[in-house]
């Protein structure tokens, strides 16, 4: 008779499962194409599945732009995209506008009316 750890029993003394090395162990979940397409490359490079899986995100992770680890890259974006918004309206306004005229209307543009500055959450909130 064999004998079946009860799994539902706090005193059990069954085993617990170990890992087969020293790395975690990680569950992947993939459509059936993708699987035999991974299967196909893992024995084309002598392979396990496991080893291919890995070796495959390697090389993914090795051709992937870079993750944005903070908030900075998206203010110089900011700041980039302002610039060349401020750069295309100055070439649509009219050239004899005076300096303040054409100052009031880009940052009318760029800003948006005063009436919603205060729903802008891309601006810093003034103190009243």
């Known amino acids: 008779m ?5 799994f539902g029993n706090k005193d059990s003394t069954a085993p617990m499962h170990r890992r087969a090395g020293p790395d975690p162990v990680s ?17 084309a490079h002598h ?13 993914g992770l090795k051709i992937a ?15 980039r995209i302002e610039a060349l918004a401020v750069h295309e309206i100055e070439l649509l ?10 100052e ?5 543009l760029t ?7 205060h729903d802008r959450i891309d601006l810093p909130k003034q103190a009243t």
């Open 65 to 79: 732009p870079p993750a944005l680890t903070s908030a900075q890259p998206f203010a110089s974006d900011a700041t």
């Open 104 to 108: 009031r209307r880009i940052r009318r």
């Open 2 to 6: 064999i004998e079946v750890p009860d």
């Open 27 to 43: 569950a992947v979940k993939m459509p059936e194409g993708l699987t035999a397409a991974v299967d196909a490359w893992a024995e």
């Open 93 to 102: 306004l009219d050239p004899a506008l005076p300096t303040d005229e054409r």
């Open 111 to 117: 800003e948006g009316p005063p009436e919603f500055s």
């Open 47 to 59: 392979l396990s599945r496991s080893a291919a899986i890995c070796r495959l995100v390697e090389l």
